[in-house]
T-cell receptor, first 112, second 114 residues
Framework: ELKVEQNPLFLSMQEGKNYTIYCNYSTTSDRLYWYRQDPGKSLESLFV?????AVKQEGRLMASLDTKARLSTLHITAAVHDLSATYFC????????????FGKGTLLTVNP | DAGITQSPRHKVTETGTPVTLRCHQTENHRYMYWYRQDPGHGLRLIHYSYGVKDTDKGEVSDGYSVSRSKTEDFLLTLESATSSQTSVYFC?????????????FGPGTRLTVL
């Protein structure tokens, strides 16, 4: 059974600081997704990481994937209040019909 | 935004009653998924569909059934609702079942079972 662990689950940061969210998973997979969810809203796709060593950046967020370590990171640079949200990683597994297993999410609060 | 709607958006029902949630898409995507989201659990897959009348179980399928009679609609039925099924339900779609394909999520349905 695939397990996906995120840490930390809660993160309170000051504006302008840097931090990293970690996503570990238990079985071999080379497909990993990051989503953002604002309170009471749906999930928004941020990044799709499709191979070992993949790195993607959008604004102040950068995601990377190390399939050998079964680890993905979401790095936040110079945080701003608008980044406050819950961030989920999800790992794809399965044969012809891929299914996603989600982590529990990291609630990020960026304080002025 | 992906063309996904869910109905109803909010529902309160009583234990033991059947409930049907609807997901409708305008993208003509082949794959559709139902998830539930609970505090401390993230999102968990209930059922998914890989074509009309083709469905399969996910991680937490007990107490739920699904149907897909046409490409654009995927129905989730709680046969006899229980309080443990109080949750937020999200529908998602993807064009293919490939792991390179992104899943896009609907707005969610908040279900309360009293």
């Amino acid at each position: 059974e695939l397990k996906v662990e995120q840490n930390p689950l809660f993160l309170s940061m000051q504006e302008g600081k840097n931090y990293t969210i970690y996503c570990n998973y238990s079985t071999t997979s080379d497909r990993l997704y990051w989503y953002r969810q604002d309170p009471g809203k749906s999930l928004e796709s941020l990044f799709v990481l499709l191979s070992n060593g993949a790195v993607k950046q959008e604004g102040r967020l950068m995601a990377s994937l190390d399939t050998k370590a079964r680890l993905s990171t979401l790095h936040i640079t110079a945080a701003v209040h608008d980044l406050s949200a819950t961030y989920f990683c999800a790992v794809a597994s399965g044969g012809s019909n891929y299914k996603l297993t989600f982590g529990k999410g990291t609630l990020l609060t960026v304080n002025p | 935004d992906a063309g996904i709607t869910q109905s109803p958006r909010h529902k309160v029902t009583e234990t033991g009653t059947p409930v049907t949630l609807r997901c409708h898409q305008t993208e003509n995507h082949r794959y559709m998924y139902w998830y539930r989201q609970d505090p401390g659990h993230g999102l968990r897959l209930i059922h998914y569909s890989y074509g009309v009348k083709d469905t399969d179980k996910g991680e937490v399928s007990d107490g739920y059934s699904v149907s897909r009679s046409k490409t654009e609609d995927f129905l989730l039925t709680l046969e006899s609702a229980t309080s443990s099924q109080t949750s937020v339900y999200f529908c998602a779609i993807s064009a293919t079942g490939s792991s390179t394909d992104t899943q896009y999520f609907g707005p969610g349905t908040r279900l309360t079972v009293l």
